[in-house]
């Protein structure tokens, strides 16, 4: 695999990373070792598939500089997205990206990766005009032993998960981090109700609550935290352990979310009180004002 990277990157981040990541396609295996990487600071028409897993706020970014740099090579989405589909990856076609989103996590620093992966990958099921592309992708992670879970409405999938996500940030910008996320028990009985302060955002914009966004505003808040600290993120589970390796800066999901709800004129006073104690709240309250 190849990694386009930013004009000045190659230098920096030289010709190997240290992995320290868990396999989960077969039980629990971990993988320790100087993996070698081929990295591009150009990217030329001739690869057969290009994956896209960037930060949130980048995407628009990516389709941007992917529009002239790629193309009619296909495309993977596999990223968080709380516009439409068709907007968040202007001037891309539509023809010529599918969406996904990985059973992943983790991170990096001082060039050492950190994190994992877990057998599953979730796939928008075919598109008029994207069926090949689908079975490129198809093939490709089925090649490397993932199972595909088929996803009937990617839309509304990725809306549900990218407010699950803004519920999490929320705890996160007032515990400081992931990985302390997890050390407190409240934690995830506060991103419940998180979650239901922002279900009136996602109705307003026609989305329908999934299995996942259904259980945390439908279980009791108490019950809730115990279940995802005694099961879900048990001590010692691949989820847990990608969620503590993760130490992305917090606080785009919240901020998105937010905005949204201003423009509805939906109160989202958890959040925003959230926003409002981080340490960058000032930018953040000038860019909703």
Request: hydrophobic fraction near 45%; proline fraction near 4%.
């Amino acid at each position: 695999m190849e990694f386009y990277v930013r004009k000045g990157r190659i230098e920096t981040y030289g010709s190997s990373i240290e992995l320290e990541m868990w396999d989960g396609r077969k039980g629990k295996k971990l993988i320790k070792e100087s993996w070698n990487i081929k990295l591009h600071e150009e990217i030329l028409p001739k690869y057969d598939l290009i994956i896209v897993s960037v930060n949130t706020e980048q995407l628009p970014g990516a389709a941007q500089f992917l529009a002239t740099a790629a193309g009619h090579t296909p495309i993977l989405i596999f990223n968080n997205v709380w516009q439409d589909l068709k907007s968040s990856i202007a001037p891309l076609s539509m023809n010529n990206v599918v969406f996904g989103f990985p059973g992943a996590g983790g991170g990096i620093a001082d060039n050492r990766l950190r994190g994992g992966f877990l057998k599953m990958v979730f796939l928008e099921k075919p598109r008029v005009g994207t069926e090949h592309i689908i079975q490129l992708v198809k093939e490709c992670f089925e090649s490397a032993h993932f199972k595909i879970s088929w996803i009937k409405d990617m839309q509304n999938w990725l809306w549900n998960h990218f407010a699950m996500n803004a519920a999490m940030e929320t705890e996160v910008l007032k515990r400081g981090s992931f990985s302390a996320l997890m050390n407190h028990k409240d934690s995830f009985a506060n991103v419940g109700l998180n979650m239901r302060e922002m279900i009136p955002v996602l109705k307003a914009r026609g989305a329908k609550l999934d299995t996942i966004s259904l259980m945390l505003t439908k279980v009791p808040p108490a019950l809730l935290g115990t279940l995802f600290n005694k099961v879900i993120f048990a001590k010692g589970s691949l989820p847990r352990l990608f969620m503590e390796y993760n130490n992305s800066k917090a606080g785009f999901a919240v901020l998105e979310v937010v905005r949204e709800a201003k423009k509805a004129g939906i109160p989202l006073p958890r959040l925003t009180m959230a926003l409002e104690h981080a340490e960058h709240h000032k930018p953040i309250e000038n860019s909703i004002s």
